[in-house]
């Protein structure tokens, strides 16, 4: 048996997955406070719901990533404050993002969110940090076939030009 061979929890983190996951609850503790900013600007149902579901998902993997580093006596990144309730109607028109820019913006951000999470349990040697992250992953798929549900539904999806191969036969 090797020294990394036993339980997962009794081995030490190494420096990229302390980064890792440190990152990635500073990012949710910053997500988590921005999108109950942007709640305050939604008037869709579904995308309201949408967010809410973003939210609890980010609030879960906050809960699970702070107890993994407490365990291994890694600093905790800062805690924004929760951000108050606000009546739409009391922002005005332009100072407002529209439910078609939140929807792109929850977009862009899960598929980065993705990427990260891939890129983390790259680079795991403990199975429970990878598992963890894994777990995250599938989440955020999940989410992510969601949005984009909705943005074709809304009608919000702005589809990049088509391109359509029209090659010339040679004779």
Request: some cysteine.
């Amino acid at each position: 048996m090797g020294i990394l061979s036993g339980n997962p929890t009794n081995e030490p983190m190494h420096y990229g997955e302390v980064f890792g996951t440190w990152t990635a609850l500073q990012t949710a503790k910053g997500s988590i406070a921005a999108y109950q900013t942007k709640l305050n600007h939604i008037g869709d149902k579904d995308l309201y719901k949408l967010v809410e579901d973003i939210i609890s998902q980010a609030k879960q993997e906050e809960k699970q990533i702070e107890q993994l580093l407490k365990d291994n006596g890694v600093g905790l990144p800062p805690t924004p404050p929760e951000r108050p309730k606000a009546k739409l109607e009391e922002i005005p028109a332009g100072a407002r993002f529209q439910d078609p820019e939140i929807a792109a913006a929850i977009a862009r951000d899960n598929s980065m969110a993705l990427v990260s999470a891939s890129q983390v349990m790259g680079q795991c040697i403990r199975e429970d940090i990878a598992m963890m992250f894994g777990q995250f992953h599938t989440e955020k798929a999940t989410l992510g076939a969601r949005i984009l549900r909705l943005n074709k539904e809304k009608g919000w999806l702005i589809p990049p030009p088509l391109h359509h191969s029209q090659v010339a036969e040679v004779k």
